[in-house]
C-alpha cells in the first residue's frame, strides 16, 4: 500500500542484508545454494526482463498470464509494475537533472538506497505515467499489495528450508538483485565510455553489464530505450537478452523489438569513444 512504502522498504532492505550475513555466520547448506540459483534466476527475470524491458519500456509482448507472473516475480524482489515504470520512464525524461529521481548528483547513498525508500513521486504521477499498466486490474492490485508476492516468496522459502534457506534463498537474491540495479543508477552516469552522444551522462560498463545481466551499456539503453537488449554489438555481453530469446523460441514472448541496423552500425563506429 503506498503510505506503507517508506518504513516497509526500509525493513525490507535491512533484512535482506542482514539476514544472508547472519546465515553465512551459522553457516549453510546445500540446498540453500539451490533455492539461491533458482531464486536468483527468477529475480532477475523479474527485475531486469519484466520491471524494466517489459513493463517500463515495452520492448516485447506476451500473454496475460505471463505478464502476471514476471510482475509477480518483480514484486517479489521489492518492485511492483506501475510504481517502477513511473520512476524510470521520469528517470529517462530527466536524467542528470535536479528533477531525476535518481542519479549520482544526489549523492551516493541517496541514490543506491535512499531513492528506493523515498519515491519523490505522489500516487497519481505515477498512475499519470503508467496508464498503459494501470488499465490492467490485476496490476492495479499489485500496485497497491506489492508487499504480498514478496512475503509469499519468503515464507514458502523459510517453511521449506527454514531460516537459511530463507536467507540465502530469498533474502541474498533480493539483495543483490537491488544492489546491482543501484550500481546502474550510480555507476552507469559517472564513467566516461560513450558510445552515443546522449542528452545525459549515461555510459557504459562491461564489467557492470557483466553482473546486471546486461545493464550496464547503460549508454546504449538511453540512446535507443525501445530495444529489448542493452548490449548493441556482438561482443556487448547481455545476459537478459540471450534469456529473452530463449523465451521467444518457447514461445512465452514474442515480438521483440530488436536495434534498428543504423544505431548497430553507429555503435561499431563509436566504440569504446569518450565524450
Partial sequence: MPW??????AAFLILIHVAPVMALVRG????????FCVGYAIASLGAVGGLHRYFAHASFRTSRVFQLLIALAGCA???DPISFTARHR???RLADTGDD????HQGWFYCWFGTLVDYAMSEREMLQLAPDLAAWPELRWLHRWSFVPAFGAAAVAALVGGFTMFAIGYCLPAALIVNFGSAVNYFGHRGRRRSYPTRDRSSNSWLLALVSFGEGWHNNHHYYPAACRSGFAWWEIDVMYYELRLLAWLGLIWDLKEVPAHVRAQVRAA???RW
Avoid: E, Q
Fill in 4 to 9: 506503507l512504502w517508506p518504513s516497509a522498504t
Fill in 28 to 35: 549453510t547448506r546445500p540446498a540453500d545454494w539451490g533455492a
Fill in 77 to 79: 524482489v521489492g518492485g
Fill in 90 to 92: 521520469r528517470h529517462h
Fill in 101 to 104: 529521481v535518481h542519479g549520482p
Fill in 271 to 273: 566504440s569504446g569513444r
